[in-house]
């Protein structure tokens, strides 16, 4: 069951740039979790929003959740070329420790 | 910081055989976790454990089943391979109580490619 689905599904920037994605999702959710993945390697966390919250900050990271329309998004500024990599939200139902619920995930590409 | 561990970064195997894929973790997490990621689906849950003994089916657990008799070791097994069971496989654990499981993250393993002849 997908409950999240992420948009673009690829993305291309330069260097310094901003980069912004998002992510629907549709039944109410605990938490909403960003992560990113590597080329063949495993996910990384990056960084979780409950739904009581509206913003939140890590380094070069911003996400934002709009639980009305059922929405989050990630940005990352400055973009460097390291952050070459899928980004992927996932959502939490509710309390009861179920697993995450993976989108298809964002393709980002940052050159140099 | 945690690792896990999954014991083979690539695999081949033909069908009808009986494949083990394990996971280990160094930090006492309660929760694992295993998916299957192919192109264009992302990833799905194939089954998870909230402890030692315990398993509950994911989204797809056809064909597979698990093993969890430690706390630090989760096993996922293809009863007998099919070529659809070709894919990248990702472990993975998770820290919980009962109040806070749901608002921690997951950590992964590096993943296990798969490949069914």
């Known amino acids: 069951s997908q409950q999240g689905e992420e948009d673009p599904q690829a993305l291309s920037i330069q260097e310094g740039e901003n980069a912004t994605m998002n992510c629907s999702y549709k039944?109410?959710?605990?938490?909403l979790q960003w992560y990113r993945q590597n080329s063949g390697r495993g996910l990384v966390h990056l960084i979780l929003?409950?739904?009581?919250?509206r913003e939140k900050h890590s380094g070069r990271l911003r996400v934002t959740l709009d639980t009305s329309k059922k929405s989050s998004s990630l940005l990352i500024t400055a973009s460097r070329a390291a952050d070459t990599a899928s980004y992927f939200c996932?959502?939490?139902?509710?309390?009861?420790?179920?697993?995450?619920?993976f989108g298809k995930g964002t393709t980002l590409s940052v050159s140099s | 910081d945690v690792k896990v561990t999954q014991s083979s970064r690539y695999l081949v195997k033909r069908t009808g055989e009986k494949v083990f894929l394990e996971c280990v973790q160094d930090?006492?997490?309660?929760?694992m976790f295993w998916y299957r990621q192919d192109p264009g689906l992302g990833l799905r849950l194939i089954y998870f454990?909230?402890?030692?003994?315990?398993?509950e089916k994911g989204d797809i657990p056809e064909g597979y089943s698990v093993s969890r008799e430690k706390k630090e070791r989760f096993s996922l097994i293809l009863e007998s391979a099919s070529t659809n069971q070709t894919s990248m496989y990702l472990c993975?654990?998770?820290?919980?109580?009962?109040?806070?499981?749901?608002?921690?993250?997951?950590?992964f393993g590096d993943g296990t490619r798969l490949s069914i002849l």
């Open positions: 454990s909230y402890d030692v003994k315990m398993k």
């Open positions: 996932a959502t939490v139902l509710n309390q009861a420790g179920t697993a995450l619920i």
């Open positions: 993975a654990s998770r820290w919980t109580t009962s109040s806070q499981g749901a608002s921690q993250p997951q950590h």
């Open positions: 929003i409950r739904s009581n919250e």
């Open positions: 039944t109410s959710i605990n938490n």
């Open positions: 930090m006492d997490h309660e929760n």
